[in-house]
């Protein structure tokens, strides 16, 4: 089954080219495509709901419902890091009551991995890092100033010589920034959003 998976409210949509028996739950909501208009109408309910918390978006050619979906809002691109110490830890950003990883939007003409790493040194004043390989990237639709967005967030696992400690972007609302060794990973991810939790853990069980 091919998938396509983006985050509204920290819920996920998914997007797929048939439904399965999972897919049919009561909090499940489903819509097989049928115009842009009733799908803006179908995502605005999802939203606002408490009832849902999966919205099921299927159609036999998903690579066009994706496009479909993501030509509906603003593209915000941003770029960020899954940062592993010299012991194996991954560092962890402390932001509005939530862990998450440090990421930033890209700026006109910076390049997506230069982004990734000047966002990881600024969010968390640590330096030495490098690239090892690209990640999965994020879909996450939020709203910014009165509108909806959809932020698109390109990820690279780093890794980092700095022996220093981490310092948190006070600015940036970030109020802590720690190294998370593997026995503590399972907690932290419980405050995590959902695109987070999941990022981390398909690369987890990839190493």
Not at 70 to 80: D, F, Q, R, V
Not at 152 to 167: F, G, I, L, Q, R
Not at 186 to 197: F, G, M, P, R, T
């Amino acid at each position: 089954m091919q998938m396509y998976k983006v985050f509204i409210n920290d819920k996920p949509i998914l997007i797929v080219n048939t439904i399965q028996t999972e897919h049919i739950a009561s909090d499940h909501l489903v819509y097989q495509y049928q115009s842009k208009k009733k799908l803006l109408a179908v995502i605005a309910e999802y939203q606002e709901s408490n009832t849902y918390n999966k919205l099921i978006l299927y159609d036999k050619n998903t690579n066009v419902l994706f496009k479909k979906l993501i030509s509906l809002y603003k593209i915000i691109k941003a770029a960020g890091g899954v940062v592993r110490n010299l012991k194996g830890d991954i560092l962890f950003i402390y932001r509005l009551g939530k862990w998450d990883l440090p990421k930033g939007k890209i700026e006109k003409n910076e390049k997506i991995k230069d982004t990734a790493i000047r966002e990881v040194e600024e969010e968390c004043g640590i330096s030495k890092l490098s690239i090892i390989n690209s990640l999965p990237s994020t879909y996450h639709i939020y709203n910014l100033k009165g509108k909806n967005v959809l932020k698109k967030t390109y990820w690279y696992e780093m890794k980092c010589k700095d022996s220093k400690a981490p310092v948190p972007q006070i600015k940036e609302d970030i109020t802590a920034v720690r190294w998370i060794d593997n026995e503590a990973i399972e907690d932290v991810l419980q405050n995590a959003y959902l695109s987070i939790k999941e990022l981390i853990i398909k690369y987890l069980d990839i190493k």
